[in-house]
């Protein structure tokens, strides 16, 4: 597979917490899903996210094209 060709980099100044915020939800393998799949998914509300476990000072690189919120 070939390398994205937009990354998405993040470097996040606070930790993840549920009260205040500052996290990622990432849909794993949403990359590979069509732009009307996506669509699709995200225009119903069905995203089904991980949380990323961030901490401040981490830095996060991801496809861009991932459903992410």
Same mark, same amino acid.
């Given at each position: 597979?070939?390398?994205?060709?937009i990354l998405q980099c993040n470097i996040?100044?606070?930790?993840? #917490?549920?009260?205040?915020?500052? !996290?990622?939800? +990432?849909?794993?393998?949403?990359?590979? =899903?069509?732009?009307? /799949?996506?669509?699709?998914?995200? #225009?119903?509300?069905?995203?089904? !996210?991980?949380? +990323?476990?961030?901490?401040?000072?981490? =830095?996060?690189?991801? /496809?861009?094209r991932a459903i992410?919120?």
């Amino acid at each position: 597979e070939a390398l994205p060709k937009i990354l998405q980099c993040n470097i996040y100044l606070q930790d993840n #917490s549920i009260e205040h915020g500052g !996290g990622i939800d +990432i849909c794993l393998s949403s990359h590979k =899903l069509s732009k009307e /799949d996506k669509r699709k998914i995200i #225009s119903q509300k069905a995203v089904n !996210g991980t949380t +990323i476990n961030i901490k401040a000072g981490d =830095l996060l690189i991801f /496809d861009y094209r991932a459903i992410h919120r």
